[in-house]
C-alpha cells in the first residue's frame, strides 16, 4: 500500500512539475460524487481535452476513447467532485487588518497581497469565486493577470465597484469631510445608477454589485436601514440585465431585502433579518439567497485584535444567530441557497469550513456540496462551464480521501485540486 501511494505521488508531483500545455488529460479515481444527482459513482473515467472535460465515464460505461499520450492522474481510492465556487469574495480584503489600521498601507498594497489570497481559495479546492465588489478594479486585474498565466489563482467573476448611495454601506463612510472621500460607484438616482452600471462594466465587471441597506463592517450605518429605493434598484437590474449581467444586492435588512427581489435582483447577499414574506418572495421569484453564516465565529474571535471597532462588532452580535436561523427557515421552505462566505472578512483559506455549519443549520452534506457547486453555477449563469463534472466544462476537479456526503468537513482540507485540466495542488 505505502509503495502504491509512493508511486501516486510521485505520478502527480511530475504532472505537476510538468509545464501546462494544451492536450489531454485522463483523470481517474474510485468514485465521483455526481452532484447533479447527489450520488456516488464508482471508477469514473474524465477525459479533458484542452482544458475542457470531453468524457466521463463510470463503472459499467462504454469504454473511454484515450488518445495516445495523453498524461494520466491516477486519484487511486480518492473521491473526486467537481471544484468548488464561492459566491461571495473579497480578493483584496484581509480581516488581520481591521477598522483604520488598513490606513499604514498604500493603496496597491490591496491588490498585490489580493494575489496571496487568490491563490489561497484556489488551494482550499475554490476553483471559481464571485468576486463582489473591490477598490481600485483588482479583482478585474487580477482576473486578468491570472487568465494571462502570470499568477495562480481562482476563475473570478468580477463586480469592480460596488454601487450605492452617498453616505451608505458601499460608500466611503471611515473618514471626515476634509478627505472628501467618495465610493467610485455612489448614486443617488435612477439615471446616476444605470449610469455607475455601465462603467463597471465598461471597465471588466461581469457581475453588478450594490447595497440595498447599511452593513456590519461599515461605519454610520445599520444593518436593516434600507438605503436604496425600489424604484432604483430596479433600475440597477434592469440595466445590468440589458447588458447580459446579473446582480448581487447585499441586503441585511427586511425592506431592503424584500425591495431588491421585488426589483428582479438576482441573488441577495446576507439575507440576515429576511422575514417570512422576504421567504415566499424569494421562493416564489427564483431569487438566490447567498448567506455567509459562518465568518462570525473568526470575526468575534480575532476581530478586536486585528482592529475591528466595538460597533462593528456590535452589529456582528445582533446579527450572527438571527442569520443562521433564518438560513435553516429559508431552506427548509425550499428557498435557492448558494455557498457564499465573505471571505475577507475572514481568512480566504478557511473558507470550506462554512459547509459544516450549512449542515449543522439544516442542510445535508450532499445539499451543501450542491450549493457550491452546481446549485452555485445555475446562480451565475455559468451552468454550462463550471459547477460539475460533465462534458462541455472546465477540468476543474477536486479529490478527498473518503466519502464528502458522509463527512463534508474532508473538504476544509483538500489534498487535491486541478483547474483546467492542469494540477496545482497535490499532497505531497
Not at 308 to 326: G, P, S, W
Request: hydrophobic fraction near 45%.
Amino acid at each position: 500500500m505505502k509503495q502504491g501511494l509512493t508511486a501516486l505521488a510521485a505520478l502527480l508531483l511530475a504532472t505537476v512539475a510538468a509545464p501546462a500545455a494544451a492536450g489531454t488529460v485522463v483523470v481517474t479515481a474510485a468514485h465521483m460524487l455526481d452532484v447533479k444527482t447527489g450520488k456516488l459513482v464508482d471508477e469514473p473515467v474524465v477525459v479533458i481535452v484542452d482544458g475542457r472535460i470531453q468524457s466521463v465515464v463510470t463503472r459499467g460505461g462504454a469504454r473511454p476513447v484515450i488518445p495516445d499520450g495523453a498524461r494520466r492522474v491516477d486519484l487511486g481510492a480518492m473521491t473526486i467532485l467537481p471544484g468548488l465556487i464561492d459566491m461571495h469574495v473579497h480578493l483584496d480584503s484581509n480581516p488581520v487588518y481591521g477598522g483604520y489600521t488598513g490606513l499604514q498601507f498604500t493603496d496597491s498594497f490591496w491588490t498585490v497581497q489580493g494575489v496571496a489570497n487568490a491563490k489561497a481559495m484556489l488551494d482550499a479546492g475554490f476553483t471559481t469565486v464571485r468576486n463582489v465588489g473591490s477598490a481600485n478594479y483588482s479583482d478585474v486585474g487580477m482576473k486578468q493577470a491570472i487568465d494571462a498565466g502570470l499568477v495562480i489563482g481562482p476563475r473570478i467573476v468580477p463586480a469592480a465597484h460596488a454601487l450605492g448611495a452617498t453616505g451608505g454601506h458601499c460608500d466611503e463612510t471611515y473618514l471626515p469631510p476634509s478627505f472628501h472621500a467618495k465610493g467610485e460607484a455612489v448614486g443617488d438616482s435612477v439615471d446616476e445608477l444605470r449610469q455607475r452600471v455601465r462603467e463597471q462594466r465598461k471597465y471588466g465587471a461581469e457581475v453588478i454589485k450594490v447595497c440595498a441597506t447599511g452593513g456590519v463592517f461599515s461605519r454610520n450605518t445599520e444593518p436593516g436601514q434600507q438605503q436604496l429605493s425600489e424604484a432604483e434598484l430596479k433600475g440597477i437590474a434592469d440595466e445590468a440585465h440589458m447588458w447580459g449581467l446579473k446582480v448581487a444586492a447585499h441586503a441585511h435588512g427586511v425592506t431592503g431585502i424584500k425591495a431588491a427581489i421585488r426589483a428582479g435582483i438576482d441573488t441577495i447577499e446576507h439575507a440576515s433579518l429576511i422575514d417570512d414574506e422576504g421567504i415566499r418572495l424569494a421562493k416564489e421569484r427564483g431569487a438566490y439567497l447567498a448567506m455567509d453564516i459562518f465568518n462570525t465565529d473568526y470575526t468575534q474571535a480575532e476581530g478586536a485584535k486585528n482592529g475591528v471597532m466595538e460597533d462593528n462588532l456590535r452589529k456582528d452580535r445582533e446579527v450572527a444567530d438571527i442569520q443562521r436561523e433564518n438560513f435553516r427557515k429559508a431552506h427548509a421552505a425550499g428557498v435557492k441557497l448558494v455557498f457564499a462566505t465573505d471571505a475577507g472578512v475572514m481568512p480566504h483559506g478557511t473558507a470550506a469550513g462554512q459547509l459544516a455549519v450549512m449542515v449543522r443549520y439544516g442542510m445535508t452534506p450532499t445539499q451543501a456540496i450542491q450549493a457550491a457547486t452546481v446549485t452555485a453555477a445555475a446562480a451565475l449563469g455559468r451552468d454550462a462551464t463550471v459547477g460539475s463534472i460533465a462534458p462541455g466544462r472546465y477540468g476543474d476537479i477536486i479529490a478527498v480521501a473518503g466519502d464528502p456526503t458522509r463527512d463534508v468537513r474532508l473538504l476544509e482540507s483538500v489534498p487535491f485540486v486541478m483547474k483546467g485540466g492542469d494540477v496545482v495542488k497535490t499532497a505531497n
